[in-house]
């Protein structure tokens, strides 16, 4: 999948299809045909850059939900509930209750700039990334830190579980994926973008995206 001309800044996969939905500087959400890569669809409308995309809808702003005291740079539902999971340039996490729009819970423990986090399948774990290219778990029903690894010094823009909730991937700065298996608390390194990566998805069992500042979404074939 390649747009020269953009540098990607998210991801996200189509629940039922094979359709990959991407955010970037050009202030445009495209969708793409999985894996053909021809794009489908070009939204407009943002007067700058796209941080954050999603297919789940929210038909109208219901509430503002404020607190954060920087920028908030990523934003996800716990699936099949009313919790949101954001991550701040503040150094912190919040959950939130949509249905009412206040804040339940904060984690701190990042010394930087939280750049992403995300639920696992099962949601009772959530992995969270920062600018110095630490990458943490914590535990989502005892809210407390569970793992942190330094895979630094490069940003780390983002992290993805997979399915099987063993293995979590980061996009790296320095141009490279880091994929954490958990079982065996190994640290692996994918090579072959070569230049800073923003966003990292599985796709079923098998496969992995990422997705670069050279407008470039790679497929990895990934077996366990």
Known sequence: FLDSLT??????????????LSGGDDRLWKTWGFPDGNILLTGEGH????????????????????????????????PFSSTALTSSADKTLSLWDVRTGLRVYTFQGHVHSCNHATFNKKGDVIASCDSSGVMKLWDMR???????????????NQV?????????????????????????????????????????????????????IDGRVCLWTWAQ
């Open 160 to 212: 993805a579980f997979h399915r099987s909730g063993g293995l979590v991937a980061l996009a790296s700065g320095e141009g490279s994926v880091k994929v954490l298996c958990l079982p065996v608390g190994q640290l692996s390194v994918l090579h072959g973008p070569g230049v800073e990566v923003r966003c990292v998805r599985f796709h079923g069992q098998d496969h992995l995206l990422s997705a670069g």
């Open 47 to 78: 007067t700058d850059w796209i941080s954050g995309c999603c297919f789940r809808p929210s038909e109208r702003c219901r509430y503002t939900l404020r607190g954060h005291e920087d920028s908030v740079n990523s934003i996800e539902f716990l």
């Open 142 to 156: 005892k809210l407390l830190p569970m793992l942190s690894i330094d895979a630094g010094p490069h940003p780390a």
């Open 7 to 20: 540098t990607n800044l998210s991801l996200a996969l189509h629940p039922r299809k094979n359709i990959v």
